[in-house]
């Protein structure tokens, strides 16, 4: 993976862990209730796991093999 894409790509994950909580503060919920995703709530408890979930894993990822880059000697700037 080209390390360039890796910064853009933790911010990517952040900004999804986070925007999922923003959304339910901007409807008048507490911080992460899924349940205001969807009409469903139970729909929404997934999706909001789901949502979460794969925020954390793109961003853990991406400051992971930066890390790795990093200690490797790997010029991180191409």
Same mark, same amino acid.
């Given at each position: 993976m080209p390390p $360039?894409? =890796? $910064?853009?790509l933790a911010a990517l994950g952040v900004l999804l862990y986070g925007g999922v !909580? %923003?959304?339910s503060l901007l409807v008048g919920r507490?911080?992460?209730d899924y349940s205001v995703l969807a009409d469903d709530p139970v729909h929404g408890q997934h999706l909001g796991v789901l949502l979460v979930? =794969? !925020? %954390? !894993?793109i961003a853990v990822f991406s400051v992971v093999l930066l890390i790795f880059y990093a200690f490797s000697g790997r010029d =991180?700037?191409?």
């Open positions: $360039h894409w =890796l $910064h853009r !909580g %923003v959304y507490p911080f992460l979930e =794969l !925020g %954390v !894993g =991180l700037r191409r």
